[in-house]
């Protein structure tokens, strides 16, 4: 599969527009101050001269890039000095990629803002029709490098010019047996609009569209999620019933969008020769198969020693024997949850990455000086939280749906991880910045347990030490072993899909088994709960991401094992692994802490982390 020249397009959700709110920072209501991003970084507005002059410089620039080298680089790689030759083809490529990133990263983050905003939705839409039909122009770049000979690219990187790229071409050449002819390549480009990006996008406004009706009020959907977090049982419970009825009620059309999404992949995945149906996300995050499968072995191997075992335990904490799924995350019974306030969420996190390493708290202020995060619930946002990287030549944005909640502390940390991570990898270039997925969650969960760890020393009270180590062993569960059940349901469900369509019943058969084996004997799952799997994002924008979450909370646990007993030059070490961004493999990077994820030894180490916490909840018991 080649390389696409808009990589960044195609990354995880973004979202919004720009309207600065200055706060009070010595309010501690924890609503007050919330920041809105700028996106003038990028572009005035949707209708600024520069998005229509960009747009026309794109369309220009690679048509002339396409009659420039097209049909070329074969001799070109043949011809005296020819890794300066191909370093300057590179250089153009890598410039029109920088741009095309730009021009959708903009138009993804304002229109994820209000998805059903149809001026927004229609400026998101022509702006990615436009891209495709430009960048349709470079796909035979890839292609054609990849018809040059082995030989001749080595003999050609000796020339520094090109060789500065070869972590880049090392990966573009890996996806060599699964091109196609350039003619299939260019048709199945042009029709990404109207195929997978259309189903998609028919998917976010969908989600952004649902209202729940809970106890007399009308909600979007992440404030409907939140309610499963109420300490109230009969607000969770309407919350439950509320996700259960609307899910219902919007069935058949993800059932649609889920069908059609998996044949389209198996198509792609048939035509290009992949055997398995998440080869093509573990070729895309450069990590071997059986490295994946160790992972997944692991974790289901642990499910009894983790979640089914602390699932118990929080049912005898509420007087149980069974809890219903929405008391999952529920806070603990009679320990009060106070509400943060904005600027102490700040402050906290702030302080834990200083106290790690000055740089990266450094790095992290910026996001809050320069209006780089967007914080407030609103009506057709993107919900749940990310860092987009946009682009190098510019800087990342983060989205939050910050509600005042301890896990929303969690939430900022873990996202201003990704920040600083896209921040240090930023020089690498657009071809080489973006980290493999199974890398991109390391610096966002190490600022996660930074954060707790802080937060974990300063608290005395064993009733509050016992609710803040149960909220990050809940964290971590939601991190490893759920998304490790969502991994097996999707690989259950686009194997199934290959002998045809699957019902909505049989994706919700598939969802209660799957959730049933990994949350254990101690949760209820009712029927209701089988329409859960449908606002899983990730299901639909990128087919077996979710394993890299947990790739990242086991590689972290071993990274802060050993942060723990050397902290002689480890900060510098680890700023160095981010600095690499997507220039080394995993085994390169994880080389200088003495860690090596082939290691069976390597993920039970980490899994092993979470038993500990796990058995300190029950002496606190």
Known sequence: MPARPTRVATKAKIAMKSRARPGNASTKSPLVGLPEWNLADLYAAPDAPEVKGDLNRLDADCLAFEEAYKGRLGGLAAAPRAGAALAAAVHRYEALDDLAGRLASYARLVHAGDTNDPVRAKFFADTQERITAASSHLLFFTLEFNRIDDAQIDAAMADPALGRYRPWIEDVRKEKPYQLEDRVERLLHEKSVTAGGAWRRLFDQTVAGMRFAVAGRTLTLEPTLNLLQDPREAKRKAAAGALARTFGDHLRVFTLITNTLAKDKEISDRWRGFADVADARHLANRVEPEVVEALVAAVRDAYPHLSHRYYALKARWFGRKRLAHWDRNAPLPKIPERKIAWMDAKETVLAAYAAFSPQMATIAERFFTDRWIDAPVRPGKAPGAFAHPTVPSAHPYVLLNYQGKPRDVMTLAHELGHGVHQVLAAPNGPLMARTPLTLAETASVFGEMLTFRRLLAATTDRRQRKAMLARKVADMINTVVRQIAFYTFERRVHTERKGGELTADRLGAIWLEVQSESLGPAIELTPGYATFWTYIGHFIHAPFYVYAYAFGDCLVNSLYAVYETAHEGFAE?????????????????????????????????????????????????
């Open 573 to 621: 070490r680890y700023l160095a692994m981010l600095a690499a961004g997507g220039s080394k493999h995993h085994s390169e990077l994880l080389k200088p802490f003495g860690l090596d994820a082939r290691d069976p030894v390597f993920w039970r180490g980490g899994l092993g982390l979470l038993e500990r916490m796990i058995a300190e909840l029950e002496d606190l018991d």
